[in-house]
Nanobody, 120 residues
Framework: QLVESGGGSVEAGGSVRLSCVAS????????VAWIRQAPAKGREGVAS????????YYADSVKGRVAIWRDNAKNTIYLQINYLRPEVTAIYYC????????????????WGQGTQVTVS
C-alpha cells in the first residue's frame, strides 16, 4: 500500500516535503518513485530510490532542486522539492515496483492515490 501526504498550496520560491508510507515495499529490493502529472500532461518521473541499496535517481529536469530519501523505521519515502515554480504544479504520485521506471512511469506496478501540489 502506498499512501501520500504533504501536498497543498505553496508560494513560488518555497519548499514542500511529500511523504509516502510505502508499507511492504521498503524492506525488500524495490524501486519507489515519485511521479507527477501536471494538468493536461502525461506522467513524468521525478525521483526514485532503490530500497535494496538506497541508491537514488533523479530526472535531469529536477536535479539540484529535489531530494528523495527514506526512513526505514517509518516505512516512509520522502520527497523534498525546493525553489518551487508554478510550472511544477501537479499531482504527485508515489509508485513502486521491481524495475526503475523513472523514464517510463507506466511500468510501475503499484500506485498511490496522489497528493496535489499547487504553486502560485
Amino acid at each position: 500500500q502506498l499512501v501520500e501526504s504533504g501536498g497543498g498550496s505553496v508560494e513560488a520560491g518555497g519548499s514542500v516535503r511529500l511523504s509516502c508510507v510505502a508499507s511492504g515495499f521498503t524492506e525488500s529490493g524495490n524501486y519507489v518513485a515519485w511521479i507527477r502529472q501536471a494538468p493536461a500532461k502525461g506522467r513524468e518521473g521525478v525521483a526514485s530510490i532503490y530500497t535494496g541499496t538506497d541508491r537514488t535517481y533523479y530526472a535531469d529536469s529536477v536535479k539540484g532542486r529535489v531530494a528523495i530519501w527514506r526512513d526505514n523505521a517509518k516505512n516512509t519515502i520522502y520527497l523534498q522539492i525546493n525553489y518551487l515554480r508554478p510550472e511544477v504544479t501537479a499531482i504527485y504520485y508515489c509508485a513502486a515496483g521491481p524495475v526503475c521506471g523513472l523514464r517510463t512511469p507506466r511500468i510501475y506496478k503499484y500506485w498511490g492515490q496522489g497528493t496535489q501540489v499547487t504553486v502560485s
